[in-house]
């Protein structure tokens, strides 16, 4: 250990560590990246080698590096499931001054959608799929099976937690654990895709319109083909003051759905190429709609593996 890397001063708070460290340990053993949290319930803050990610950062985080440090350094990505690392001395110090055991969601193949306050829960209930749960202090986690994005402020009161971001351990919650759900996945394509009304967006020109000339392999008829079209763009211009961005993901989905089983080529491209447009139409960026249009015909693509 270098003499920068030093343990942290242990407080009075929790002179053993214990509690802590043994619930780590036993989370480890199941597969759950941990670490530990410190007052105010965030991660330690680097020592003096690893400040600023002077040392390059963790070969985990998005931009690989080499630290090697053996301290609880660069938040979310110190999280382990190394029991020589969890119970290593200067982990052990840290525990010691920890209030809470933090983990990474996304190592653990979780996504938590953090709901902040009553009326987030109330909103859950009513919109989101039913999952396992987990009280918190002001509201509760909702954890699905998946990993995704993490993004704070989804919409009010709810942040989710997966790739790249750590959460506390509360306890296993109740309920079955669901896959995570393209409904939650919609969420990172935020609301504030669809802008206030009359102000300028990106348009698309010479898009890709759909025809049975780009669907030589589909099984369907061309009527079937552009009923389910029609309707699509219709529930996506319908949407003109909020949520355009979401309706077009949720309509590229259900229409590549529509060809799981088809040998292909089906045209999707174009499809989706008219969806975007009509996002852009009541006002969404067009990067966003790309985006949320994409992500729904990748997400239609791996229900039907």
């Not at 985990?60 to 590096?65: H, L, T, Y």
């Not at 990505?77 to 920890?98: E, L």
């Not at 653990?108 to 987990?134: C, I, K």
Request: net charge positive; with cysteine; glycine share 10%.
């Amino acid at each position: 250990m270098t003499p920068d890397c030093k343990t942290p001063r242990p407080l009075a708070t929790n002179p053993q560590g214990g509690d802590h460290l043994r619930t780590a340990l036993e989370l480890a053993a199941a597969g759950v990246p941990v670490l530990p949290l410190r007052h105010g319930k965030g991660p330690f803050g680097n020592c003096r080698v690893c400040a600023k990610n002077a040392c390059g950062g963790r070969p985990n985080m998005k931009s690989a590096g080499p630290c090697q440090c053996p301290g609880v350094c660069h938040a979310w990505a110190a999280a382990t499931t190394d029991p020589d690392v969890i119970a290593s001395p200067v982990w052990v110090a840290a525990w010691r001054q920890a209030v809470c055991v933090g983990y990474h969601p996304g190592g653990a193949g979780l996504t938590v959608m953090d709901l902040d306050n009553d009326a987030a829960v109330a909103w859950a209930r009513e919109t989101m799929p039913a999952t396992r749960t987990v009280a918190t202090t002001r509201g509760e986690h909702w954890l699905y099976q998946g990993v995704m994005p993490s993004h704070n402020a989804v919409r009010s009161g709810v942040d989710i937690k997966s790739r790249m971001s750590y959460a506390r351990w509360l306890g296993p919650g109740n309920g079955r654990m669901a896959a995570l759900s393209p409904a939650v996945v919609a969420l990172v394509v935020k609301e504030e895709a669809t802008p206030a009304s009359g102000e300028v967006v990106s348009s698309l020109h010479d898009r890709a319109m759909w025809d049975r000339t780009v669907a030589t392999g589909c099984r369907h008829t061309e009527q079937y083909i552009r009923t389910g079209l029609v309707r699509g763009l219709a529930l996506v211009r319908a949407r003109t003051e909020s949520g355009a961005a979401s309706q077009a993901f949720g309509v590229a989905r259900f229409l590549g759905c529509q060809h799981a089983q088809c040998p292909g080529p089906c045209g999707l491209d174009a499809i989706g190429s008219q969806v975007v447009a009509a996002a852009v139409s009541v006002g969404v960026p067009e990067d966003y709609a790309r985006r949320a249009v994409a992500n729904g015909l990748q997400a239609a693509e791996r229900s039907a593996t």
